[in-house]
């Protein structure tokens, strides 16, 4: 009787973690969207993981002490280079469209990933998860509507940088059946930096202590938006959090229609909802699959 109650209070707890990481990304993108094009793209992601990797010196230390073998490294590589031209791409993005259909566009990452795990990693596509991508790909086409209206320079840089984002989560996937995920993220940064280093110093614009701060801020957002989706997915099961993300949209527009004068597009929000409803049904269905093969038989023992 008492693990109908230990649920909900769980999952509750769940969808509080993921309000809270819908919060805090949709506080990177404001952040990023007011620094608008003051600096170079590069500079501003670069300012930005140097921050971040200030507060990921405590797992970055111990590992870098004990080394990993080349192949590992090789990974790392892979996937810092894979996220400069993401962060790049995006940092890009964000100056030139709005918070809104930065969000909606970027909801193509899972497919992305999905997509890339059935060519890369072998991993079957049932007709339905094929059908829900087409279905997240027809959202995104509401979103961008080409042919109706011209797409310009931040759409086609948001659209690459969902592609590479999910590459490299590709990549980080990987990497999380040999280390920790912390050194993954921590190792993650320290790549990113030393590759934006130089394309940064190319066009560098000497930044005010304003626009310093704002980055620090932007860090400080990511790092707690990742710690509370990770605290999201360890209390609930996804087919209970994903859905929260919709509101991520819904929050950016209002963000963006209040803080920026941007005005709220409704094929932005209704192509997003699409996305979202796609997604959650794949998550839903890979959840339903991967519990009916670890639910123990009847009988079996709890040992």
Known sequence: MTQGPATTRSDLSGIFWMLTAGLCFVGVNGTVRWLGQALPAAEGAFIRFAFGLLLLV????????????PRIWGLFALRGGLHVLAVILWFYAMARITVAEVTAIGFLNPIVVTVGAALLMGERVSWRRALAIAVALA?????????IRALEPGHLAQLGASVTFGLSYLVAKRLSDHVPASVVVAMMSLTVCVGLAPIAALHWVTPSLLQCAV??????????????????????????????TLLQLIWASLLGALVFAEPVDLWVLVGGAVMIGAISYITWREARLRR????????????
């Open 139 to 147: 959202g995104a086409m509401i979103v961008l509507r080409p042919g």
């Open 215 to 244: 980055l620090a801020c932007t860090a400080l957002f990511a790092t707690a938006g990742h710690y509370a989706m990770t605290r999201a997915f360890i209390s609930a099961p996804l087919t209970v959090t994903q859905p929260v």
């Open 292 to 303: 009916g093969l670890v639910t123990p038989p009847p009988g079996a023992t709890r040992d």
């Open 58 to 69: 405590p797992a970055l230390g111990p590992a870098l002490r004990r080394g990993f073998p």
